[in-house]
């Protein structure tokens, strides 16, 4: 499992200087500590100095403290960033109060950090929340709060395409590209709209095309969408919803045409997955803005059958593009199971 802890209030960053930043000397606490997890600190050469937390009472933390296993993955947050990945070296084998208040003290309600656990082979990694967001597929605004874990489901989708959990985290940190929608969505449909569409020409022979480098918008890696692609692609199917061309907008005053956005069918996040651009006509779908906040914030359900329609427009067009992937797998993208 891959489970977090944050350290974002006050007090919780000063607890993160005090036994994450630098190891806690735990030496000087043996004895409020069991003889089996004295002998695991000692194996562990982490008898003197260890890196150590703790969460508070409460049955969410309970069940995930009840839960952790010696071995398992952990990422330590703060301050909008995943700072570091480490492993469960054990924890302690039921509630500690007495070592919690020795090391942390309590809070202002009188509450302390009782359910402890050590960490070891801890390694300084700086993985943005957006880009944590992104690629687990969790919702934009979604903040990483107090001990949670990567739900399930969420962690066995994407282990498939690594070999291990220190594979998916190094490629977090070192790798992963977020899309740019993800962080400029409103200026993509205005530089979309900028000019308008007089001058755009629609007959596109489809034709692999290589992978555009990836830019920087505020500090992060993103994979830039051209918007001359998806104005081709609005005037091409005459800005009409590629879902239902009677869904109605209004008219938009930079254009003087029914106002539409442009939705990439395969999420551009995953360009690393393709060897060709991603950023194509094929692959770029005309949507009102109904449907495309349907296509993002939707059920599951609903979700699936406006991707179904799409697909089954579109399918041949990724294959003439070099991006070709079956329909269980595009739905795959929007954590969707088929």
């Keep these: 499992m891959l489970y977090f802890f944050t350290a974002s209030d006050p007090t919780a960053y000063k607890n993160f200087n005090k036994t994450i930043l630098k190891p806690y000397p735990i030496k000087d606490s043996l004895n ?3 003889p089996v997890t004295i002998e695991k600190l000692k194996l562990n050469n982490s008898d003197k100095k260890v890196r150590m937390w703790g969460a508070k009472p409460g049955p969410s933390n309970l069940r995930n403290w009840n839960n952790l296993n010696e071995g398992d993955s952990i990422l330590a947050y703060t301050r909008g960033e995943f700072l570091y990945s ?11 109060q007495l070592l919690a208040k020795e090391v942390w003290n309590t809070n202002d309600k009188g509450e302390t950090w009782e359910y402890i656990f050590f960490i070891k082979d801890l390694t300084k990694i700086n993985i943005d929340r957006r880009k944590f967001n992104s690629f687990f597929d969790y919702g934009e605004n979604n903040k990483p709060f107090g001990f949670g874990l990567v739900k399930k489901e969420k962690l066995e989708r994407k282990l498939k395409g690594f070999k291990s959990i220190d594979n998916l985290i190094y490629y977090l940190n070192n790798d992963f590209v977020i899309s740019d929608e993800e ?76 106002y539409m956005e442009a939705h990439h069918l395969i999420p551009m996040k995953y360009q690393n997955e393709f060897p060709n651009s991603i ?50 797998h595009v739905l795959s993208y929007y954590d969707i199971e088929s």
């Design 32 to 34: 409020l500590l069991d």
């Design 86 to 96: 480490g492993k469960i070296l054990c924890k302690t084998p039921k509630p500690n």
């Design 183 to 258: 962080l400029e969505d409103n200026s993509y449909q205005t530089a979309i709209e900028e000019k308008g569409f007089s001058n755009i020409e629609v007959d596109i022979t489809p034709d692999p095309q290589p992978i555009k480098k990836p830019t920087t918008i505020r500090g992060q890696k993103a994979w830039k969408r051209d918007p001359v692609v998806a104005k081709r692609v609005l005037k091409k199917a005459d800005f009409k919803c590629e879902i239902d061309n009677g869904h109605i907008t209004f008219i938009s005053k930079s254009t003087d045409t029914p």
């Design 279 to 328: 950023d194509v006509d094929g692959n770029v779908v005309c949507l009102c803005p109904n449907c495309h906040r349907k296509i993002h914030h939707g059920t599951n359900d609903d979700k699936k059958e406006l991707i179904q329609t799409l697909y089954t427009k579109r399918f041949q067009l990724l294959n003439d593009w070099g991006i070709f992937k079956p329909f269980e």
